[in-house]
């Protein structure tokens, strides 16, 4: 009980499960999460043929941990796993972000939101971010428009648990060479549909629950 394995039920005069529990059960989860995404990772990127990625939520940091190349002779390049730098202007970085209470985005962002391209859209000013996030929670995925490298489109989507929080998000790169209305909606249908599964198996939000609202 000291330790928060346990804790007292006074009416009861008995024992339930304490709050370190949900500790463990969540760093199992950081382990686990990788090769439960595999699969789905696989498929989006039979389906789409493009470069598809997962990154987790640790603590305040954000982690690209696992990546598959693209099908295509022409494929991007989006750099190396690990800590990302640019979680306001990445698919998967907004769509984790947009989950987040406000407190957790500023340590997330503590490092600032800088512009990496000449896009115009990437949101570097807070009221900005908060309302791109807002369309992120309505639409159910995030989009990064040649925010964070030229000629790169993203669609990205958070993996929820059971607890309904957000642990990690997958994403789909494409040229935007390749980025008609018919494919994006391919990579956009794919990835939702992924995370949707995924979140379900970890015991997240059913599918009802994440379809995205009319308004918010």
């Avoid at 640019?86 to 500023?106: F, I, Q, S, V, Y």
């Avoid at 059971?162 to 018919?182: L, Y």
């Avoid at 939702?192 to 609202?213: C, D, K, Y």
């Amino acid at each position: 009980m000291h330790r928060g394995y346990v804790a007292k039920v006074p009416v009861r005069r008995s024992y339930a499960l304490g709050g370190r529990i949900l500790y463990l059960s969540n760093a199992c989860l950081q382990v686990d999460l990788p090769a439960r995404a595999a699969p789905f990772i696989e498929r989006i990127n039979e389906r789409t043929g493009e470069t598809v990625h997962l990154a987790l939520l640790q603590g305040d940091a954000m982690m690209k941990v696992a990546k598959r190349e693209s099908r295509h002779p022409v494929r991007v390049d989006t750099g190396t796993l690990g800590k990302t730098d640019a979680p306001h202007a990445t698919a998967t970085g907004k769509a984790m972000l947009a989950w987040l209470p406000e407190d957790n985005m500023r340590r997330v962002l503590s490092h600032g939101m800088a512009r990496f391209t000449t896009s115009p859209r990437p949101s570097t000013e807070w009221p900005d971010l908060l309302e791109a996030l807002r369309h992120v929670r309505r639409d159910g995925y995030a989009m990064d428009d040649e925010e964070y490298q030229p000629g790169v489109i993203c669609v990205g989507a958070a993996i929820r648990d059971h607890n309904g929080a957000v642990v990690g998000a997958i994403s789909a790169s494409t040229p935007t060479m390749r980025a008609n209305d018919e494919h994006l909606t391919l990579v956009r249908e794919q990835v939702v549909s992924a995370v949707r599964a995924l979140s379900a198996e970890i015991g997240g939000p059913s599918a009802a629950e994440l379809r995205p609202h009319a308004a918010e």
